[in-house]
């Protein structure tokens, strides 16, 4: 546990070189990390979602692709296509801009639909297809996905298949002033960016996956994630509630946050605090929960402050 405490904070600490005053947000980035799961990271222009992105890929020694999502970019563009070659009279593959084991889909919400559906099967299946052909995609793999708020002008909603495959939401929020003046010194001469040096390697990560998988989930524990999550499915505020997926993946998020908390095992309060991150972009509310100005998080809360919470010691074993 002390190996995986010191590697994290490393990486934290790594990142938080060029990010400041977004602890949280790094660590959901870290435990989807950990749990071989993609992130969509939403807000406004500006509060530094890429910047994110890219010191995370910069404190890990693994390949990196970014791909900047326009409305001319095709599906083909991003999986990679067969061509023919006539010096050797083959189909020769061309790998697409996904065929990296960090990539950056950046400002996804501004292509269109179709395109970003390209993403669906590697995001699920770590693997692309071209012309019947299967190409498996490197490991670690994670695609971590920027979108501005789906108001801005020149944005296409996600639809509800490929927000389900992301594991985890994460918003930045603008910073304090005291955090802003802290940025505006870091920045005044160079970008600590372009100096960041790697802290892990891919047999890092590869390990922390494995520790985190092997962290004990008791029965109480699944009966309490399923519970929660059942009740998105009837709430009458939502039209559409949290899927299968967002049940396994919340109790993944649970694993992963307990062993960043230093223990073996899942409790409650680790599930708790991953069911907003893992289940609010899944939950889609109904037109009049809208104008109540109901939101998916409050939903969260309610639901968490209702299902009965298992006690005693039994879910330690």
């Known amino acids: ?8 904070d490393s990486l934290e ?3 938080e070189k060029v990010i400041v005053g977004k602890k949280d947000s790094i660590r959901l980035i870290i435990i989807a990390l950990l749990c071989q799961g993609h992130v969509l990271i ?8 890429t910047t994110l992105v890219s010191a995370l890929a910069k404190s890990l020694d693994l390949t990196f692709r970014r791909i900047q999502f326009t409305p001319d970019v095709l599906p083909s563009d991003i999986t990679g296509f067969s061509m023919y070659n006539f010096r050797t009279g083959e189909m020769e593959f061309h790998p697409g801009m996904v065929m990296g084991q960090v990539v950056l889909a950046d400002e996804i919400n501004r292509t269109s639909p179709k395109t970003q559906s390209s993403l669906l099967e ?3 299946e770590r693997q692309v297809t071209v012309d019947g052909k299967t190409y498996p995609l490197p490991e670690p793999f994670i695609v971590l996905a920027t979108q501005n708020p789906v108001d801005y002008i020149g944005t296409f909603p996600l639809p509800e298949a490929q927000l389900d495959r992301f594991f985890l939401k994460v918003t930045l929020g603008y910073p304090s002033k005291r955090q802003e003046m802290l940025i505006l010194s870091r920045f005044q001469y160079s970008n600590p960016l372009a100096s960041l040096q790697p802290v892990a390697n891919k047999r890092d990560i590869l390990q ?16 309490y994630i399923t519970s929660l999550v059942g009740m998105t499915r009837d ?16 109790m993944k998020a649970s694993q992963a ?13 680790d599930v708790q605090k991953m069911v907003i991150p893992v289940l609010a972009h899944r939950l889609i ?33």
């Open 257 to 269: 946050h307990a062993l960043l908390d230093g223990r073996n095992y899942v409790i409650p309060d």
């Open 42 to 49: 939403e807000d406004v222009p500006g509060v530094g979602k």
């Open 235 to 250: 709430h009458p505020d939502l039209t559409l509630g949290a899927s299968p997926r967002g049940s396994l993946f919340l």
């Open 13 to 15: 600490e790594n990142i």
């Open 208 to 223: 922390l996956q494995k520790t985190a998988r092997e962290v004990k989930v008791a029965d109480a524990i699944r009966d």
């Open 1 to 8: 546990m002390d190996a995986v405490k010191g590697l994290v």
């Open 285 to 317: 509310l109904k037109p009049e929960a809208r104008l109540k100005e109901m939101t998916p998080e409050r939903i969260l809360k309610s639901i968490i402050n209702t299902v009965y919470v298992p006690i005693g010691d039994y879910y330690y074993d």
């Open 122 to 124: 590697v995001m699920e």
